[in-house]
């Protein structure tokens, strides 16, 4: 099975300051890790993801996140927070290890970022 | 958004009709999907297409159908058995289906839908 947990419902942060989002997942074998990021009445936006190498991936709009294998995390970062960075952001994993199921995402519930002036 | 797009961006639908929302992808990917999205649930998979004519259940199938008869369309219909079909529905693509791909999937607008 593969899984993914977003443990804070919201982030608030003082724009300016860094800013942490964090998921950890759940899987048999070597993950592939997602974040998306949805603004109101919106799709989703791919913002980075993790397949292997580097630890740490660099994604649009100068969010970053860090794979560690050993803590099972995949946390979203970003230097210096902006008002206009407030949303709501997904994480989401895939096990390729497993079999069946396709390209099946499993996605975590979300965390609400709130970026204040 | 993309190459994704999704109609109606709202739709209201009385108890007991079935409806059907559109989901059209101009990028040439294989694999498209269907999710719903409820406040505090995140996004959960209601049916997959790998390729052309061949769908998947999901994880919350009961109550809707698809067909994939163009590599380009993948319309889902909520039926009147889905006793809670008010959500979120987001249409996603990738260009290959398989498991051990490494492809993101994209996603369009959505599709509001509330039952009156």
């Known amino acids: 099975a593969q899984s993914v947990a977003q443990p804070e419902d919201q982030v608030n942060v003082a724009e300016g300051n860094p800013l942490t989002v964090k998921c950890t997942y759940s899987?048999?074998?070597?993950?592939?890790l997602f974040w998306y990021v949805q603004y109101p009445n919106r799709g989703l936006q791919f913002l980075l993801k993790?397949?292997?190498?580097?630890?740490l991936v660099k994604g649009s709009y100068g969010f970053e996140a860090e794979f560690n294998k050993s803590q099972t995390s995949f946390h979203l970062k970003k230097p210096s927070a902006l008002v206009s960075d407030s949303a709501l952001y997904f994480c989401?994993?895939?096990?390729?290890?497993?079999?069946?199921?396709?390209?099946?995402?499993?996605f975590g519930t979300g965390t609400q970022l709130k970026v204040e002036l | 958004d993309g190459g994704i797009t999704q109609s109606p961006k709202y739709l209201f639908r009385k108890e007991g009709q079935n409806v059907t929302l559109s989901c059209e992808q101009n990028?040439?990917?294989?694999?498209m999907y269907w999710y719903r999205q409820d406040p505090g649930q995140g996004l959960r998979l209601i049916y997959y297409?790998?390729?052309?004519?061949?769908?998947q259940k999901g994880d919350i199938a009961e109550g809707y159908s698809v067909s994939r008869e163009k590599k380009e369309s993948f319309p889902l219909t909520v039926t009147s058995a889905q006793k809670n079909p008010t959500a979120f529905y987001l249409c996603?693509?990738?260009?290959?289906?398989?498991?051990?791909?490494?492809?993101?999937?994209?996603f369009g607008p959505g599709t509001r839908l509330t039952v009156l």
């Open positions: 996603a693509s990738s260009i290959r289906g398989q498991r051990t791909s490494t492809d993101t999937q994209y």
């Open positions: 899987v048999s074998g070597n993950p592939y």
């Open positions: 993790y397949i292997t190498g580097d630890n």
């Open positions: 989401a994993v895939r096990d390729p290890g497993l079999t069946g199921g396709g390209n099946k995402l499993t």
């Open positions: 990028l040439n990917h294989d694999a």
């Open positions: 297409s790998q390729i052309v004519n061949d769908f």
